[in-house]
């Protein structure tokens, strides 16, 4: 089975706003391959907010595909692919949203929460952010950060 672990970030407070995605294939527990995508949002509008956050900004896009060209790139990949996201009801949410506001359909695959199986796993780490459950030395690393950051950290298994 094909595992894929996606991240997306929005120009905006709409879901249907993605400006960036990342996606790393997962091969026997390891990072097998990363791929980012800029992506031009609808109206290529960004909030303050989302810009302070995750340092993307309108320039960076201006050239980028929207969101159908990169999604019929990807499709191939994540059709039938277990997708893996850290706050999956996000990052799925993201597709569905967006897909239906440039009408395309969006790629059917099974996807997992690695928040909620953090949870599962780690209880007394709550509340399971990227950074609690990677511990403190790799904090600096997210910190204004492509989509493809928590990837790296997603294939990889915490020992304790």
């Known amino acids: 089975m094909k595992v894929i672990a996606i991240d997306f970030e929005t120009a905006n407070e709409q879901r249907a706003s993605p400006c960036s995605i990342g996606l790393a294939w997962i091969e026997d527990g390891e990072v097998a391959r990363v791929e980012h995508h800029y992506i031009r949002p609808p109206g290529n509008r960004f909030a303050g907010f989302n810009m302070a956050f995750h340092g993307i900004r ?26 893996l996201a850290h706050n999956a009801s996000f990052d799925i949410s993201v597709i569905r949203r967006t897909s239906e506001h440039y009408g395309v359909r969006a790629p059917s695959f099974d996807y997992l929460c690695t928040v909620q199986v953090a949870r599962s796993v780690w209880p007394e780490r709550a509340p399971a952010g990227t950074a609690s459950m990677t511990g403190p030395s790799t904090v600096g690393t997210l910190t204004r950060a492509p989509a493809t950051a928590s990837l790296r950290l997603t294939g990889r298994s915490r020992r304790t």
């Open 58 to 83: 309108p320039e960076h896009v201006a050239d980028a595909d929207e969101w159908p060209d990169v999604l019929e790139r990807l499709r191939p990949e994540l059709e039938g692919a277990l997708v």
